[in-house]
């Protein structure tokens, strides 16, 4: 058993806070307040733990992971679960406590377990640990279910007045997220855990605990049977949504900057800049009479679905393409969403970007790069990324940073900040505009040093998206308190569908090369992504899943 004085300092040994004091929010509503009600179950988010158990090995980049009991519980509140995270980053975590508030003592939402089951124990394994650790499992009565897990130190069984347990009806499915620590030796996994259902309507509310994956007597333990997460009965009340004023001051506090590479051809703009510039509207079988756009799309066709009827493309005149293909830096705007997330304990703020072009797109295959023609071009790109923040005390959470078709959350402790502020700061990738959290080569499609390039640098080049933004949705907030622009419910595609000889483009390039080049490059072909294989041109912010859902 490992002595943590003996080892090197870790992350973890370290809490994060983010660069700037948080100012004080506008006042209004029960946003930041500190306390959310779920319909009679009120719930506080703690940030001040006590170390119970830590390992130091195994896990993400084999340093481990350490174990909290939440800690400076207010009067009137019980624990539901312990915290866990890894240790290769800063401490930076919160886990829900709850107090019941309704006069029912008959079905109380709030009850004592009334027993303790042993999940897993380290008594056994020869691991770098601070002492032996225990992972219990509250046992519920009737009609009652864990919400999470007791770490100890002993084989002795908890107290039962140590956790609480919660009536089924305040209670919603949860799922694995990220592995926090484990690997088949130990016979365990833990995972930090998130609402199965997630999205605009989704009423599950995540606590902050984990989820374990035991291995007893060869059997595998259901990751996500055992434990449930909170449920808000009082989601349509929205009273812990921030207003717009407030939205206004946390887009202000916690606007991102972006750079771009300095190598970068396509800029974004705003989307009046892009209307006044000539980018029209094409209708089926008409292709050489398209129809100039009204400033903020006025005369766009509303609502439907994607029919094929049609498209906004670039003029006609290769001179006024040329030019709107470039963007506008200077023009450029973005375009924030507001909606509630995890039953409204958090808000999410997905900014939206407009490009004009998405550029050509070059492979990499070892230390060789190549230019793939016009794979990677198509008309008007839309990308964007996402601020999470609780509605407990109006903290950014993570940041969600879109890569083509995918994406990546990165906790705030993992973010690079702007100059001492609370602005985080993100890196689009030449060309094609992917978001990453940092400068670098990142390769996308392929393994083993090849892939499609995506470059970062941080230039000269750099967008505070704080300068100039509109916020252009808000349902949560009623009717007609946002007025959403028309172009915003334009459901058709921002750009012309063009389908590349992609065998020709390919025979090209190969008969450039030789050897393993070759080889390499053909399988390169058979996995890239779809949306470099043609241009095709993309629906709006909208009509992408996330609007309504979570990001994936």
């Known amino acids: 058993m490992g002595n943590s004085n003996s080892r090197k300092s870790l992350p973890i040994d370290k809490s994060f806070n983010l660069p700037s004091p948080i100012p004080s929010w506008p006042q209004g509503g029960g946003f930041a307040s500190g306390y959310i009600d779920l319909g009679g179950l009120e719930v506080h988010q703690i940030s001040s733990f006590n ?76 691991i770098n640990q601070t002492s032996h650790g225990y992972i219990w499992l509250p046992e519920s009565p009737d009609g009652y279910k864990a919400i999470g897990y007791v770490v100890t130190t002993t084989s002795d069984k908890p107290s039962l007045e140590k956790i609480r347990c919660v009536r089924s009806d305040f209670t919603d499915e949860l799922e694995t997220e990220n592995l926090i620590w484990g690997q088949e030796k130990y016979g365990l996994n833990v995972y930090s855990s998130r609402p199965k259902n997630r999205g605009i309507q989704a009423q599950g509310v995540p606590i902050g605990t984990f989820l374990v994956q035991s291995s007893i007597n060869g059997t595998e333990g259901s990751p996500a049977s055992s434990i449930s997460c909170l449920k808000n009965n009082n989601f349509l009340n929205f009273s812990s949504m921030p207003n717009l004023n407030q939205v206004e001051e946390l887009f202000k506090e916690y606007a991102p900057q972006i750079y771009f590479h300095s190598k970068e051809k396509y800029l974004p703009s705003s989307v009046n800049w892009y209307f006044e510039k000539g980018a029209k509207l094409y209708t089926k079988g008409e292709n050489q009479n398209p129809v100039s756009i009204e400033k903020n799309g006025s005369n766009l066709p ?33 375009y924030l969403q507001i909606k509630p997330i995890f039953g ?209």
């Open 344 to 552: 409204g304990t958090f808000t999410d703020i997905p900014i939206w970007i407009f490009y004009p072009f998405n550029g050509p797109s070059t492979a990499k295959i070892g230390l060789i790069d190549i230019p793939l023609g016009q794979i990677g071009e198509h008309i008007g790109d839309w990308e964007h990324l996402t601020l999470r923040i609780s509605n407990f005390n109006g903290i950014l959470h993570k940041v969600y940073l879109s890569e083509h078709s995918k994406g990546t959350w990165v906790d705030s402790s993992l973010l690079e900040f702007q100059n001492g502020s609370n602005k985080p700061v993100a890196y689009s990738a030449r060309n094609g505009h992917p978001l990453y959290p940092k400068p670098g080569i990142f390769l996308q499609g392929g393994e083993n040093h090849v892939g499609i390039r995506n470059d970062t640098e941080k230039s000269s080049m750099v967008m505070d998206t704080g300068a100039r933004f509109s916020v252009v949705s808000a349902e949560f907030l009623g009717p007609g308190v946002v007025v959403e622009p028309p172009w915003l419910n334009y459901f058709r595609k921002w750009g012309p569908n063009v389908t590349y000889e992609i065998g020709v483009e390919v025979e090209k390039i190969e008969g450039t090369l030789s050897g393993g080049l070759k080889s390499a490059f053909g399988s390169l072909v058979h996995i890239l992504p779809k949306e470099v294989y043609g241009a095709e041109g993309p629906l709006g912010p909208k009509m992408k899943n996330s609007w309504n859902g979570d990001e994936r």
């Open 51 to 126: 170390k119970i158990w830590a390992t130091y090995e195994g896990g993400p980049d084999d340093l481990g992971a350490t174990f909290y009991q939440p800690s400076q519980i207010p009067d009137g509140f019980f624990i539901l679960g312990y915290y866990s995270q890894p240790n290769n980053k800063p401490l930076f975590g919160s886990i829900l406590v709850a107090k019941d508030n309704t006069p029912n003592q008959e079905s109380p939402i709030l009850i004592k377990p009334t027993d303790y089951s042993l999940i897993w124990s380290s008594n056994s394994s020869k």
């Open 302 to 334: 509303q609502g439907g679905s994607n029919d094929g009827n049609f498209w906004i493309g670039l003029p006609i005149d290769e001179k006024s393409k040329e030019e709107i293909k470039k963007g506008n830096l200077q023009s450029s705007e973005v």
